[in-house]
Structures are given as C-alpha cells and as structure tokens.
C-alpha cells in the first residue's frame, strides 16, 4: 500500500468516526501529493459543509464533478448544498443530472417537483408530482403540493380534490389539510367538513400547532355562516397557542428599523440603460398581491416572486456588522457585486429578461435604503391597506414562515408603527420616488388608479392591466383566488364584523389609521 493510500484509508476512517479534525487532516495530506484524488476531495467537501463553509464545499464539489461529471456522491452533496441554500433553479438542473444516472429513483422526481414549485414552473411541477402519484410515491407532500399548485393556478376545483384526498390518506395531518382548504378563501365548507374538524379538536393528543391550524379552520366556517363572535374566539385562541411557538423577536425589530431611521444616505443617479425592477412593498395581506398581478399583465413587465435576494444582501451586511453602518459607507465595489448578485439570481425567472421585473416582498420595505443604493433607478411601489382591516387580516392568517408579530394584536401594533416610521424616512431621504398607493382608491377607482400606476412606473397604459383577473400567470401567495375575480369592495371594511370584540385594538388600529392616511397618503 503506498504511503497516499494509507493516508486516504486514515482519513475514511477518521470520517466514519466522528474524528472530522483527523479526517481533515489524512486527507489534505492526499491532496498535497494527488490534488485529484476524488476521494479526499469528496471527505473535504463533506467536512467543510459539516462545519457550514458552503462556500469552500462548493469548490471542492464543482472540482469532483469536472474531473468525474457523473460521481454519484459528489452529485448528491452538491444537491444536499443547493437545498440547503435554497437554490431552487439549481437544484433543477442538479436533480437533471441526477435523474438522468437514476431515472427509476421517484424521490429524484419528487425532489424536482418541489423545487420547480419553489420557482413558478407549474408544468414542470405538475409533471414530476403527476409522475409520482401515479407510480405510487407514498410521500404525504405530493398530494399536499398537487393542490398548492392547482391552487397556484386558480383550478379551486382540482385543489380542492387533492386537499381532501390528503386529508383521508393522512388523518394525523388533517388540520394542515383543513387549513389548505380554508386558505384557498374561497372553498364553502360542508357540514362533513366540520364534523370532522370538531372531532379532531376534542383530542387530547392534539399538538398546539396542529390546533391552531384547526382554529384558523373553525374562524372560516364561522364567518360562512355569519357566526363573528365564534369567528373571533376561533382565531383569538389559534393565536393565542402560536404566539409561544413562533415568539416575535420585538427588541432586535424596534432595534433594526431606529437604526435605519438614524442612517443618512446619499440619492444616487439613476442609471437608464439598466433594467427597471419595481419593488413592491407594505404589510403583508394589503393587496400586494393585486398590483403585481396588475403590472404583470403589461407587456413590458414581468413577474417572478417574492424574492429573498434583498433580504440576503442585508442579512450579509449584518454579518459583517450592523446593517445601517454597512449600508451607509458601501463601496462602488461591493454595489457592483451585489447589483449583478440579485440581476443573474432574478433573471433566472426568465427566458428574456423584460425590460420591468417586479419584485413583490412587503418586507423590502425595511431593505428601501439598499435598494435604492444599488437600484437609483428602481421604483418603489408602497401599498397601504386601513390598518384595522389589515391587521384583522393578518390576525386571521396563518403564515407557515415569518411574520411572527402576527399572532398578537398588541405586536402587530408595534410592526404597524415601525412600519410607518420608517416608510416616512426612507420618504425623506429620498422624495418623490416611493409611490404610495391606497388599496381603498386601487379597489374602488381602478380606472384612475390604474394609469397613475403605470405612469409612475413609466410604462404605456395597457387594457389588460384593468383585466387583471383573466391572467393564467400562476400565483403562489394566499391571495391566489381574490386575484382571480374582478375588482370588489369585499375587503374593505371587513374590521367592522369585528369591532364589538375588539375592544381598545379597534380603537388603537383606527388611531395608527389615521396617522398612517395623514403622514403618507396626506389626506
């Protein structure tokens, strides 16, 4: 056995005993004499995504796969990266290759299902999941995921099936079927339905979170049926048993938006010859949804999701110290970088890319200092629900990641408030380029609301944007359904149904209202 086979042996065995420092060693001194020796490089890929350096994983697996395109382990741990990374277009072409080498493996196919779901290609999506239905994949996330999609698509009817054949094929996760169909807000329970959910309730093994979900359920049927007081009680007590499993981490909030709000920034010159992305931000549930798929439907604008690349410029600017300092003294340098980082992560949504992109994530409202240093040109889009109705809403919503302020009305008050604090900074430091726009006016004067919309995005008023709701594009946020119907005042003024059992939160969401009509809206 020769001495680098000896060192290999030591450094698989150091491996395989949890002796990852040792391992490391053996198999850094491989390399020294055989820098491609696969298998040392694979036991340094996998150490160095042990200890969470993706970044030096990476290299080590794209440094396997161009010298062994098709090794097997090199090729899942790339994948196992990507998942973990969250990066969903690269997965597709990862599980492409894996898929080729395996085709029999149905965990491959459901793999790249769910990351097609992730990325809005629906076809794919429904071919892959279609494919393990039918070849009997017995994993509960297909038939969940088949309705997500129909859903996405606006077939109610063919989600609708899939939830409930989830339901009868996973009784232990009933409520997180329950809930899908309650979430699809425009699904008319039966009696059957509450039957079963009511039996579900009264079991004792019954998790909080799996109650909750129920709950939110229960809030659905009452307000079918014109039962407020019961609607309220449902949701108040699936709040109530949610708030201590996703508790709301205020203080590092309130900290990061004064820190904003203190942080002066230079206007930067728009520059014309870029694309144009439209960022459209506010709280979640004000009607965000609505003016994307408004936009999407002109010709020069495209839709791709509500995309996390903002947020993880910033969160890479907190990693190397606070936020707000990072952001006032970027480099050229660095706004290069981070320019063309979010460019070739969002032109992944296309074939060409539109001259337009939208980006629709309310929370970017807290990102509009970065997106303007990076974007001068970007327009900021700001929608602004009535608070009350809002914050009902949002009450009443259960959102499967973030937005932990709202499983209490008292947090949603100090999510709305710092909110609007930090909307009127970013108005001042940089004036006349956010648009503000009323959901209230969006919905009851679509004619006149409509061409100022494009105008402030610079576009040509189109007639397909006042037919909206004829769009295919699919839609994957809990609006999916309302965006499909013709403009409707059914939103407005559902806090009223409420207000006997709210109690000093009316009075305090009504007072924000005002605050938030005045110093934004200036009426």
Avoid at 226 to 232: G, I, K, R, S, V
Wanted: glycine share 4%.
């Amino acid at each position: 056995m020769s001495r680098e086979e000896q060192y290999l042996q030591d450094a698989k065995a150091y491996f395989a005993s949890q002796q990852f420092s040792s391992a490391g060693m053996y198999a850094r001194k491989v390399i020294r004499r055989q820098p491609h020796n696969l298998d040392a490089l694979l036991i340094l890929a996998e150490l160095a995504f042990k200890a969470s350096d993706f970044k030096d994983a990476e290299i080590r697996f794209n440094a396997i796969l161009t010298l062994d395109p098709n090794f097997e382990r090199a090729l899942r741990g790339k994948l196992h990266l990507l998942e973990v990374r969250q990066r969903y277009f690269e997965q597709i072409y990862m599980l492409n290759r894996l898929i080729s080498l395996f085709p029999d493996e149905l965990e491959l196919q459901f793999k790249q299902g769910m990351a097609a779901l992730q990325t809005g290609n629906m076809a794919l999506a429904i071919d892959k999941l279609t494919l393990c239905t039918v070849s009997h994949y017995n994993h509960p996330a297909v038939k969940l995921n088949l309705g997500h999609i129909y859903k996405a698509t606006g077939n109610t009817q063919l989600a609708t099936d899939f939830y409930h054949q989830f339901i009868i094929e996973n009784p232990d996760k009933m409520a997180t079927g329950f809930w899908s169909l309650a979430d699809l807000k425009n699904y008319t329970f039966s009696e059957h339905d509450k039957s079963a959910v009511i039996s579900a309730l009264n079991s004792p093994s019954l998790s909080d979170a799996s109650r909750a979900l129920l709950l939110y359920t229960m809030n659905r049927f009452y307000e079918q049926s014109n039962q407020y007081q019961l609607a309220f009680e449902a949701m108040a007590h699936a709040n109530k048993l949610l708030a201590p499993l996703k508790p709301f981490k205020k203080s590092s909030f309130i900290n990061i938006v004064q820190s904003l709000r203190h942080t002066e920034l230079t206007a930067r010159t728009a520059v014309t010859e870029q694309k144009v992305p439209i960022f459209i931000v506010g709280m979640p549930r004000s009607g965000t949804t609505l003016v994307e798929q408004i936009l999407a439907c002109h010709s020069l604008i495209g839709a791709t999701d509500e995309l996390p690349y903002i947020e993880r410029i910033a969160l890479k600017l907190e990693q190397t110290g606070c936020y707000a300092k990072q952001l006032a003294h970027l480099s050229q340098e660095k706004i290069n970088q981070y320019q063309q980082e979010y460019l070739q992560q969002s032109a992944q949504y296309f074939s060409t890319v539109p001259d337009y992109v939208i980006d629709k994530n309310p929370n970017n409202f807290l990102h509009i200092g970065l997106i303007k240093t990076l974007f001068p040109q970007a327009k900021i889009i700001n929608v602004i629900r009535h608070t009350t109705d809002n914050a009902l809403s949002v009450f009443k919503q259960y959102f499967s990641f973030g937005h932990d302020y709202s499983y209490s009305f008292e947090n949603i008050k100090v999510y709305w408030e710092n909110y609007l604090t930090l909307m009127e900074h970013w108005d001042r430091q940089f004036p006349q380029d956010i648009y503000h726009l009323s959901f209230e006016k969006l919905v009851t004067q679509p004619d006149d609301e409509i061409p100022k919309l494009l105008g402030y995005c610079g576009v040509d008023f189109e007639t397909a944007c006042l037919h909206f709701y004829q769009s295919t594009r699919p839609v994957l946020t809990p609006s999916a359904s309302q965006v499909r119907q013709p403009m409707n005042t059914k939103a407005i003024g559902q806090c009223e149904k409420y207000r006997a059992f709210m109690g000093q939160d009316y009075v305090d969401f009504e007072q924000i209202n005002i605050n938030v009509r005045h110093r934004l809206l200036g009426q």
